[in-house]
């Protein structure tokens, strides 16, 4: 019989835009391999969960509270013979079973994957922002050394945290993300636009993100001014919310483009797949990441994309498409290889190609063995490809 495994998972819900979607699919996959108990944080009351393992519900409706549920919920779980404990992301959770099995025994996996010191509030926010955000940087750092393995998502993560948070290579596992390839290849090109309500001549650009600075969308204005003077008409749909928004908003009236920019707000990510099916390009100019999804989600659609050379992305694409990838912040860089898109289809077409035929290397059911080797105490192995040179 396999060793039981507890699973903490900050937010079950099945119209979540939140990458926290695709591992729903996963857990019902490792709860064949594994004896699982999904342990969920928050859950709308009219969900349920779909699936095979059991499930327990956190009650607390407060970061403060739930660190007690959960630090009380571990202490149950390892007494009735759970050794094992993986926490995605949640800080109150990495924490409470951190601390349980340092006193009881047992191991911590916690999952941590991007460049987190990158975004430490300015001198013009309130000096309660900057404690809270120092707080959460402390605590963080706190969790990545009490657990006992930190698990993250290419090998260029895992270098980052040896070099800057000082996390000892041997506790470091990585465990590449994943997608179901099956739902962002169902739709077609022809009828994800028709029900997006998008012309067949259109060209399309696409930024499915949170809307914030550290995701890119200042760079927004800018790069949709350039495309459209070298290579327009073109529609942009920004698909999702954020604190930058409304400065966006203001940016493209005040440059004239709103015209051309198609705000849908979030998205859920089950619907995710007409987005990346009806786009000719995805715009990723994020200046933090660490293993970004929406790459894969782009590839699995066959819709090829730009990106800022940030976190793990080299390790994710091959040197074909690496050439799409360019310095942190080079937003006329940026903007040229777009254009150069949206000029060569049928270089657009060989990327399409290449972005499927390495998408498969990330598809959930071959990385299911490669979670369970981890659980295993094996090592996993990375899905390799002919990637860039470069650091995150």
């Not at 260029?156 to 945290?161: G, I, L, P, V």
């Not at 050379?309 to 080299?314: A, E, H, P, Y």
């Not at 310095?327 to 777009?338: I, K, L, N, T």
Request: glycine share 8%; with cysteine.
């Amino acid at each position: 019989m396999p060793e039981p495994l507890a699973f903490l998972l900050p937010r079950y819900d099945p119209r979540s835009p939140e990458h926290f979607f695709h591992l729903y699919g996963f857990l019902e996959r490792v709860a064949q391999e594994l004896d699982l108990t999904v342990v969920v944080e928050r859950m709308p009351r009219d969900a349920a969960w779909q699936g095979g393992a059991r499930v327990h519900r956190l009650r607390s409706p407060s970061a403060g509270m739930r660190f007690f549920e959960e630090l009380l919920w571990f202490a149950w779980a390892r007494l009735r013979g759970i050794r094992q404990f993986y926490v995605h992301y949640s800080l109150s959770g990495g924490l409470a079973a951190s601390l349980v099995t340092r006193l009881l025994g047992g191991e911590t996996y916690y999952w941590n994957c991007g460049l987190y010191r990158l975004f430490a509030p300015g001198r013009a926010a309130s000096w309660r922002e900057r404690w809270r955000a120092a707080r959460g940087v402390w605590l963080l750092e706190r969790v990545l050394h009490l657990c006992t393995f930190l698990v993250t998502g290419t090998p260029r993560m895992a270098d980052y945290y040896a070099r800057e948070v000082h996390i000892s290579p041997g506790k470091i596992r990585v465990l590449p993300n994943f997608i179901n390839r099956e739902r962002f290849e169902a739709a077609g090109r022809a009828e994800a636009r028709r029900r997006l309500g998008i012309g067949d001549d259109e060209q399309v650009l696409l930024f499915l993100h949170r809307v914030a600075p550290r995701k890119g969308a200042h760079f927004l204005p800018d790069i949709l001014r350039t495309v459209n003077e070298r290579a327009g008409p073109l529609r942009l749909i920004v698909a999702g919310e954020g604190p930058h928004l409304a400065p966006l908003r203001q940016a493209m009236a005040r440059a004239g483009l709103d015209g051309s920019c198609d705000f849908r707000g979030w998205v859920p990510n089950r619907e995710a797949p007409l987005y990346f099916r009806a786009a000719d390009v995805y715009l990723m100019p994020s200046l933090e990441e660490g293993f970004p999804r929406v790459l894969l989600e782009a590839m699995a659609s066959g819709c090829p994309f730009v990106a800022f050379d940030v976190g793990g992305v080299l390790d994710v694409v091959t040197r074909e498409q690496a050439e799409q990838v360019v310095p942190a912040a080079a937003v006329g860089a940026f903007s040229q290889r777009v254009v150069d898109l949206l000029q060569e289809p049928l270089r657009r077409e060989r990327l399409a190609a290449a972005g499927m035929a390495r998408v498969a290397a990330f598809d959930e059911a071959r990385i299911v063995p490669l979670f369970v080797e981890i659980m295993r105490g094996q090592a996993a192995r990375w899905p390799a490809a002919d990637a860039a040179q470069g650091t995150p």
